[in-house]
């Protein structure tokens, strides 16, 4: 993975672009990625104001190391190309990736890598700097899914958008995230999230989770946020600041897991060595490990690292 598609996004803040009072709140708040809104959170009426409170707020900035994104509405509706024009020419040096909703082909995606590197140029912005985050909303994108991953290098994250993917398939309940009243033998969602997690794993890009309804149930949202986390999801949206603490510590290894990780790194790095006796597979105390544990490490550890996580023991090779 490039090194901004590795940034941490356990959990990615949703603000209304009408809201300057959101805005400003969410520059404060311990998110990993904000994004702004022009789509559903935004009422028609509002679209044209909210675009202009989105470029004087990310120019203005203090967002930290927050990654910072603003969703543009989707290509079936006609303010697609007046979203992207007026927020990346006017703040294009101040945003990190554009996120495009209800995206059905690679075709849509491609539309929107050519018309930001036609703005970057124009603008003499860094071209191919700005990323795309992909919302996986319905039949036809899930279906699309591959060419989707595939259609630009600037496609960082697929997302799952469960409230309009529900509608979208006539799933017959109104809780997002809870299970379809009547199905009882499984997850209704788990197709779904192994295939976006698959097309992310395939094409080295983030897996994140969408939006959990129930903003006062913050047991709800960690039990939901557990299931995708569990799968190997990298982040998931948070709605409301009372959710964000439960997305960052969901989507962090445990401490005793990243310390485990390392230490497997290590150890293995060291058996594997001339002076550890060049050794494939080798005991770290009652466990054996080899190259798949290596691997299996490496993730734990680079999620650990990445949430800033310090590690508290160190390997000592055994006495000859
Ligand atoms: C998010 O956009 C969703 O539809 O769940
Ligand atoms: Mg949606």
């Known amino acids: ?15 209304p672009g009408s ?10 708040l311990a998110a990993d990625q904000v994004f702004l809104d022009l789509e559903d959170a935004c ?5 044209p104001g909210a675009r202009k409170n989105i470029v004087a707020a990310l120019n203005e900035g203090g967002w930290g190391d927050k990654i910072r994104v603003v969703r543009v509405n989707d290509l079936t509706t006609h303010w697609t190309y007046r979203d992207v024009v007026e ?14 909703p209800k995206v059905q082909s690679g075709a849509q995606v491609q539309w929107l890598d050519i ?10 912005f860094e071209v191919g700097r700005i990323g795309i985050e992909a919302q996986i909303e319905n039949a036809r994108g899930l279906l699309a899914i591959d060419e989707i991953a595939e259609a630009s290098r600037r496609v960082q994250t697929l997302i799952f958008g469960p409230a309009d993917f529900m509608a979208s398939i006539n799933m017959k309940s109104l809780v997002v995230g809870e299970q379809p009243p009547g199905y009882d ?7 779904i999230l192994m295939s976006i997690l698959m097309a992310a794993r395939k094409h080295d890009l983030q897996a994140i989770d969408g939006p959990y309804l129930q903003i006062k149930d913050v047991d709800g949202f960690r039990r939901v946020a557990g299931r995708s986390a569990a799968l190997g999801f990298d982040g998931k949206w948070v709605l409301h600041p009372g959710q964000l603490d439960a997305a960052n510590e969901v989507f962090s290894p445990a401490q005793k897991d990243y310390d485990h990780a390392e230490l497997i790194l290590d ?37 650990g690292r990445s949430a ?13």
């Open 43 to 47: 009422a028609p009426l509002a679209k």
């Open 308 to 320: 800033g996580l310090q590690r508290t023991e160190k390997f000592t090779p055994p006495e000859s």
């Open 185 to 191: 033998v499984g997850d209704a969602y788990h197709h």
């Open 115 to 124: 018309t930001l590197t036609q703005i970057e140029k124009t603008m003499g």
């Open 87 to 100: 927020v990346v020419e006017g703040a294009g040096d101040n945003l990190d990736c554009i996120m495009l």
């Open 19 to 28: 809201s300057t009072k959101m805005i400003d709140k969410a520059k404060g």
């Open 267 to 303: 150890a293995y790095d060291w058996y594997t060595s001339e002076a550890g006796g060049k050794r494939g597979a080798a005991m770290l105390g009652d466990e054996m490990i080899d190259e798949a544990s290596r691997k299996m490490a490496l993730v734990i550890a680079g999620k």
């Open 1 to 15: 993975m490039t090194e901004s598609v590795l940034r941490p996004r356990r959990s990615c803040l949703a603000v």
